[in-house]
């Protein structure tokens, strides 16, 4: 009886390390877990903003032109939908993309990551870095490549949560053309 216990006891710590190792990357089954709700997180802090005092800034720049100005509670929801666009976790979505989990100790965070499983699928990928002690939402990283016409757009998406947003988005044409533009909006964050 006591081998059957200390073996028990073995096994258990051997799985319990084994599950802990950094850049551990875990591949996980679509038709086994729930995909994180993203829409559920992005509407969280929409809400947030919308009932706070929060003074909101938009930084933006095209093609060099850089401009800055406050801007109202309406024009950041009129940026921050786009996000909302960015949910994957419906479940007519999971087979369309492969979901691995890595713990990284440099900065103390899971990322979940969602890979697109083809070319042709407008979201490529999401990262996700939630905190290893709280799983709270530390960032979320999207990014998008889709076409309008003949021009190819590649969308950068960055939420820095409870803090501010960005999207840089580079088009081009056939003929050569390239179109930058960036736009950060931050609501609490202040940088020095």
Same mark, same amino acid.
């Given at each position: %009886?006591?081998?059957?216990?200390?073996?028990?006891?073995?096994?258990?710590? %051997?799985?319990?390390?084994?599950?802990?190792?950094?850049?551990?990357?875990?591949?996980?089954?679509?038709?086994?877990?729930?995909? =994180?709700?993203?829409?559920?997180?992005?509407?969280?802090?929409?809400?947030?903003?919308?009932?706070?005092?929060?003074?909101?800034?938009?930084?933006?720049?095209?093609?060099?032109?850089?401009? *800055?100005?406050?801007?109202?509670?309406?024009?950041?929801?009129?940026?921050?939908?786009?996000?909302?666009?960015?949910?994957?976790?419906?479940?007519? %979505?999971?087979?369309?993309? *492969?979901?691995?989990?890595?713990?990284?100790?440099?900065?103390?965070?899971?990322?979940?990551?969602?890979?697109?499983?083809?070319?042709?699928?407008?979201?490529?990928?999401?990262?996700?870095?939630?905190?290893?002690?709280?799983?709270?939402?530390?960032?979320? =990283?999207?990014?998008?490549?889709?076409?309008?016409?003949?021009?190819?757009?590649?969308?950068?998406?960055?939420?820095?949560?409870?803090? *501010?947003?960005?999207?840089?988005?580079?088009?081009?044409?056939?003929?050569?053309?390239?179109?930058?533009? =960036?736009?950060?909006?931050?609501?609490?964050?202040?940088?020095?």
């Amino acid at each position: %009886m006591r081998n059957c216990v200390l073996c028990f006891a073995l096994l258990f710590i %051997m799985l319990s390390c084994k599950n802990k190792k950094a850049g551990k990357t875990e591949k996980v089954s679509s038709d086994s877990t729930k995909y =994180f709700a993203l829409g559920v997180f992005f509407q969280q802090q929409i809400v947030d903003v919308d009932l706070r005092a929060y003074h909101i800034y938009l930084v933006k720049n095209l093609n060099g032109k850089k401009d *800055s100005l406050e801007i109202d509670k309406e024009i950041f929801k009129s940026y921050a939908n786009l996000f909302l666009q960015k949910d994957i976790s419906a479940p007519e %979505m999971h087979n369309r993309f *492969s979901e691995t989990v890595f713990h990284d100790l440099s900065t103390k965070s899971y990322t979940l990551n969602y890979r697109a499983k083809s070319v042709d699928e407008p979201i490529q990928n999401i990262d996700i870095l939630l905190d290893e002690n709280t799983s709270i939402v530390k960032r979320v =990283f999207v990014r998008t490549e889709t076409m309008h016409k003949d021009t190819s757009i590649v969308e950068q998406c960055n939420w820095k949560a409870d803090k *501010s947003f960005q999207i840089n988005r580079v088009s081009k044409t056939p003929s050569g053309y390239i179109s930058n533009e =960036f736009n950060y909006i931050n609501w609490n964050d202040h940088k020095k």
